[in-house]
T-cell receptor
């Protein structure tokens, strides 16, 4: 197993466009998390899944953001009508069970022009 | 609301020195506390995880301690090396679901030759 994979690594888009990111967790991990990180800050929690169920969402996750994890495997994070304030590194992580170590992917760097 | 603070924000030490990074959190009702390393433009690598019932964890040259009553954790790095240069982040997980990590803003460490 090669760890958590995220695709794409970089995404440049124009304001108002929709973007979708993909995350493939470590295969035996049942929990999957999305975080957002801006320069000089720590990551901020967005949402998490246990298997295919989305169990918690941060208030940071506005109506323009939607995440899915069909069949409890990979996950997608979609941002509709992107704004310049959405520019950030989007990080995916996975873990096994309650309170386990989080394993992070390399992130997707989003730039909204 | 949990708040995590890391001091100092940046630290430069000569190779071979021992050093301590500090982390404080406002809500002592945590499930666990994790320390991560982040290299520029990359994702996070988990270093140590301390359960709320534990006092410390060790891995190689790294030792992390936890004092819930005072809301503090420290990361001790022995015999620092240039390869240790990175940003170190601590994160406290919420009780119950242990689903959400609240991160500090990190300490940027530079180990010089």
């Amino acid at each position: 197993d090669t760890g958590v994979s995220q695709d794409p690594r970089h995404k440049i888009t124009k304001r108002g466009q929709n973007v979708t990111f993909r995350c493939d967790p470590i295969s035996e991990h049942n929990r999957l998390y999305w975080y957002r990180q801006t320069l000089g800050q720590g990551p901020e929690f967005l949402t998490y899944f246990q298997n295919e169920a989305q169990l918690e969402k941060s208030r940071l996750l506005s109506d323009r953001f939607s995440a899915e994890r069909p069949k409890g495997s990979f996950s997608t994070l979609e941002i509709q009508r992107t704004e310049q304030g959405d520019s950030a590194m989007y990080l995916c992580a996975s873990s096994f069970g309650t309170g386990g170590k989080l394993f992070f992917g390399s992130g997707t760097q989003l730039s909204v022009l | 609301k949990q708040e995590v603070t890391q001091i100092p924000a940046a630290l430069s030490v000569p190779e071979g020195e021992n050093l301590v990074l500090n982390c404080s959190f406002t809500d002592s009702a945590i499930y666990n506390l994790q320390w991560f390393r982040q290299d520029p433009g990359k994702g996070l690598t988990s270093l140590l995880l301390i359960q709320s019932s534990q006092r410390e964890q060790t891995s190689g040259r790294l030792n992390a301690s936890l004092d819930k009553s005072s809301g503090r954790s420290t990361l001790y790095i022995a015999a620092s090396q240039p390869g240790d240069s990175a940003t170190y982040l601590c994160a406290a997980s919420d009780t119950g679901t242990a689903s959400k990590l609240t991160f500090g803003t990190g300490t940027r460490l530079q180990v010089t030759l």
